[in-house]
């Protein structure tokens, strides 16, 4: 497999993330809000690592999206402005895979699923672009 073909994959992945989270989010079902937030959050976790497998570093196991737009930030400075976005979501890698006490609303999910595409439709430009 070549680097282009795997980080094609790490975007197919991401967007299969996002596509589960939206078609979870058309249920308008409060059970599923932590679930759609944490698709989310994986959606815009996997299209990062994509720069990095793109820059021929393997992802690290963290789930920090600030942390990974940082590390992408070294190679590509634009990537920086992708930072915001990560803010809004990066909880959720973690505190919704687990029973919580403050839960996930619809405002959240919303704000998630939006976040998310912002930062899988810009990495999936650039990088498209230079694939």
Known sequence: ???????????EYAQRDLDVARMLSDRADANFNAIICYHAQQSAEKALKAILVKNDIDPPKVHDL???CKM???F??????????????NQYGNAT????KNKPGIEDTEAAIQ???KILK???QKLRREL
């Open 1 to 11: 497999m070549t680097l282009d073909d795997m980080v094609a994959e790490w975007l």
């Open 66 to 68: 600030v942390q990974l």
């Open 72 to 74: 992408c930030g070294e």
């Open 76 to 89: 590509d400075s634009e990537c920086n402005a992708l930072e915001k976005y990560c803010e809004v979501i």
């Open 97 to 100: 895979r687990y029973p919580q």
């Open 115 to 117: 976040n998310a595409e």
């Open 122 to 124: 810009w990495v999936s």
